[in-house]
């Protein structure tokens, strides 16, 4: 998983307006709260955080980062990569 979306239940006001925002349908309503159920479907749009009023959901990002330099060096083997071939 890129991206683990977690509900706050202590926030939650069970207003399903995150339900009918994803389009992934990671969220469902149980106990009259939303859940990440399907927490395998985030894309990491946020469009969850974004209509949450009660700041209750929260997106996090486990994609590894590459440091600059890396990415740096990453970026000129591609370029001369496409140069020879």
Same mark, same amino acid.
């Given at each position: 998983?890129?991206f683990?979306?977690? $509900?706050?239940?202590?926030? /939650?006001? @069970? *207003? +399903?307006? &995150? #339900?009918?925002? =994803?389009?992934?349908e990671?969220?469902?309503?149980?106990?009259?709260?939303?859940?990440? $159920?399907n927490?395998?479907? /985030?894309? @990491? *749009? +946020?469009? &969850? #955080?974004?209509? =949450?009023?009660?700041?209750?959901?929260?997106?996090?990002?486990?994609?590894?980062?590459?440091?600059?330099?890396?990415?740096?060096?990453?970026? +000129?083997?591609?370029?001369?990569?496409?140069?020879?071939?």
């Amino acid at each position: 998983m890129a991206f683990i979306p977690t $509900v706050d239940q202590e926030k /939650c006001r @069970g *207003c +399903e307006e &995150c #339900v009918d925002i =994803c389009s992934a349908e990671v969220f469902e309503m149980r106990g009259g709260k939303a859940e990440a $159920v399907n927490k395998d479907r /985030c894309v @990491g *749009c +946020e469009s &969850c #955080v974004e209509v =949450c009023e009660n700041d209750a959901i929260t997106v996090t990002d486990t994609r590894h980062k590459l440091s600059d330099q890396c990415a740096f060096l990453f970026r +000129e083997i591609l370029a001369e990569d496409e140069m020879t071939g």
